[in-house]
C-alpha cells in the first residue's frame, strides 16, 4: 500500500526539506518502518524507547487521529494520506 | 482577496539585542533539549514543548510597583524588549481582583477572590498572551498574525493585530458562538471558518505553519513566548493579594497552559524573592463534556486520552489537551485536583456568580465557578483557606448559554397597581 505521509518543520532535515514524501505499509506501524528504512532515524522521533507514539505527537489516517483508531495499528489504506504533527496548545 | 499571498520576510532568528528580553534559551519540558530563541515551539528530539528559560536580572516590588498599570510592570520576567511600552499594543492586564464575599457567603467559605479577565481589551485573559505573541511575531519580523481559536483567541489576535498594523489571519470551527464571530470579524476581514472541531482547526494551522514563511501563530509557532503571557495573572494575583501568594486556585483547563503558567508564576516569584515560600493548591476545571484530564486525575493515571468534545463550554472544549499531563503533575504536587461539572452546573455556575458578585462570565469561568462549588461540597476544597477563582472573559460572548434561563419576571402595564400585583414590592 502506497501512502503519502506529510512530514513537520522539525523532521524535514531527516527528509532532505521534503514536507512530503511516499512510503509503504498495510499499518501505520509498517509505513514507519518503511520510513525508517529511507531517512534513517526518523522513526525514534516519532514512536518512544517502547515503542509507542510519542505523548507530544499527533498523527493522523486521514482525517483521524490514531488515538481514536487503533494506534500503530491503524490501516493505511493505498492513497491515504498519514500526517505528523506536533501538538499544539489552544484555549485555557 | 488572496489569503495565500506569501511574505516576504522568513523569521528564523531575531535581528537585535534583547529582542526577547532576558530570555536565555527555549528549553524541552520533556527531555531538557536547549534550542535558539525564534519561532521554534516543538522539540526536534522528542516533539516536547519548549518552554522560554531566562536569566533574572534583579527585580524588586517597587520596581515592578512603579511600572505601568497593565502586564507590562512584569516586562522583566516576560520574553519581550525593554522597550516593549513603545510598540502598539492593546496594554492588557492589572485587572481587577474582587474581594467576593458574597460568593463565599453562598458556597460556605471565608476568604474568596475573583480574579476578573473579562475587563481586558477584548474581554477575556487571551489579550495577555497575545500581547507577548505580537512582542515575539514584531521581533522576528512576521508579517502576518495567525491563529486557531475557540473564539476568544481570534477577538484578542484580531484586535492586537489591527492595533499594531500587522496583518492578521484567524481560523475559527464554523459552529462557534455568534458573537465571538463577531467579535472577531469587527477587527479583521480575513476570519476563516473551518467545518470541524478546534482539534481540527488546530491540525490545520500546525499544517499551514509548517507550509508559510512569515507566518505567526500566536499558539503554534510563537506558542513559547505567547503562553508566558499567562504568568501575569499569578503574579498580578500575588501582587494585588499584597504581594503573597494564595492558599488555593482554581483555573479552567482548556489545553491546560494557564493553569502550568499561573504555577510557574507563583515559582518565579519565591525564586526572585518577591513573595515567601508558602505550600498552595491548585486546582483544574473542565466541563464534563470535555474533561480528558478530570478523567485521568480520577483515574490515578499519568496519560491523557483525548476525548471528542460535546459541552456549550466551547473555549474548553479541547479534546487534546496539550499541557494536560503537566496539569496533572502540578495538581497532584500541589494537593490540588482536578474536576468537571455538567453544562446545567455551568449554567449554574454563570448565574450564581452574576448573582452575588455582579460579574458576568462566559461558559468557561461558569465553570470554574461550578467546580468551586463541587469541590467545597465535597471536602477537596478548605473552605478556610484564602481562595482565588479565576474569570478568563466575558458572559457577553456566550449568552446563548443563559438565554433561555433568565428574562423578565412580568411583564405589566405602566401602573402602580400592576407592578403591585407582581408581588415583587417590598
Known sequence: MSVQVRIPTILRTYTGGESEVSASGTTLAEVLDDLEGSYAGIRGRIVDETGELRRFVNVYVGNDDVRFLDNLATPTPDGTQVSVIPAVAGGC | ?426
Open chain 2, 1 to 426: 482577496m488572496s489569503l495565500t499571498t506569501r511574505p516576504v520576510a522568513d523569521p528564523t532568528t531575531p535581528t537585535r539585542e534583547g529582542a526577547f528580553g532576558h530570555a536565555r534559551t527555549l528549553s524541552c519540558r520533556e527531555c531538557g533539549h536547549q534550542a535558539p530563541l525564534g519561532p521554534h515551539y516543538a522539540c526536534p528530539e522528542c516533539f516536547g514543548p519548549l518552554e522560554v528559560a531566562y536569566d533574572f536580572p534583579t527585580v524588586t516590588r517597587e520596581q515592578i510597583e512603579a511600572g505601568p498599570r497593565n502586564i507590562w510592570r512584569y516586562k522583566a520576567l516576560l520574553p519581550v524588549p525593554d522597550d516593549i511600552e513603545q510598540s502598539p499594543n492593546t496594554e492588557p492586564g492589572f485587572t481587577r481582583l474582587l474581594r467576593a464575599d458574597n460568593l463565599a457567603r453562598e458556597l460556605g467559605l471565608t476568604r474568596l477572590w475573583v480574579k476578573d479577565d473579562s475587563t481586558n481589551p477584548t474581554n477575556s485573559f487571551k489579550d495577555r498572551v497575545v500581547a507577548c505573541a505580537l512582542s515575539a511575531a514584531r521581533e522576528l519580523h512576521a508579517s502576518v498574525f495567525a491563529c486557531p481559536s475557540t473564539g476568544n483567541l481570534a477577538n484578542a489576535v484580531a484586535a492586537a493585530g489591527a492595533r499594531a498594523g500587522i496583518r492578521t489571519v484567524v481560523f475559527i470551527p464554523s459552529n462557534l458562538e455568534h458573537p465571538k464571530q463577531v467579535n472577531s470579524a469587527v477587527y479583521t476581514d480575513r476570519l476563516v471558518a473551518v467545518n470541524g472541531s478546534y482539534d481540527d482547526v488546530n491540525r490545520l494551522a500546525s499544517e499551514i505553519a509548517g507550509e508559510e514563511e512569515g507566518w505567526a501563530f500566536v499558539n503554534v509557532n510563537v506558542r513559547p513566548y505567547y503562553a508566558e503571557g499567562s504568568k501575569t495573572l499569578g503574579y498580578e494575583i500575588a501582587e494585588q493579594l499584597g504581594w503573597r501568594l494564595p492558599d488555593q486556585v482554581v483555573i479552567p483547563v482548556a489545553s491546560g497552559s494557564q493553569l502550568t503558567k499561573v504555577d510557574k508564576a507563583f515559582r518565579e516569584l519565591v525564586e526572585l524573592g518577591l513573595v515567601e515560600d508558602k505550600p498552595y493548591r491548585i486546582f483544574g476545571a473542565q466541563a464534563t463534556g470535555c474533561s480528558p484530564v478530570s478523567t485521568a486525575f480520577k483515574s490515578g493515571t499519568d496519560a491523557v486520552r483525548p476525548v471528542r468534545p460535546d459541552t456549550i463550554a466551547k473555549s474548553l472544549a479541547i479534546g487534546n489537551p496539550a499541557d494536560g499531563v503537566y496539569v496533572l503533575d502540578i495538581c497532584r504536587r500541589t494537593g490540588g485536583a482536578v474536576e468537571d461539572v455538567s453544562d446545567d452546573e455551568v449554567r449554574e455556575g454563570i448565574l450564581l456568580l452574576a448573582r452575588t458578585e455582579g460579574i458576568f462570565t462566559e461558559t468557561a469561568g461558569g465553570t470554574t465557578v461550578g467546580v468551586l462549588r463541587k469541590l467545597v461540597a465535597t471536602g477537596r476544597l478548605d473552605p478556610d483557606l484564602e481562595t482565588v477563582v479565576i474569570n478568563t472573559g466575558m458572559g457577553l460572548k456566550t449568552l446563548d448559554a443563559v438565554a433561555d434561563r433568565v428574562g423578565a419576571a412580568a411583564t405589566i402595564e405602566p401602573s402602580y397597581d400592576a407592578f403591585a400585583a407582581t408581588g415583587l414590592t417590598g
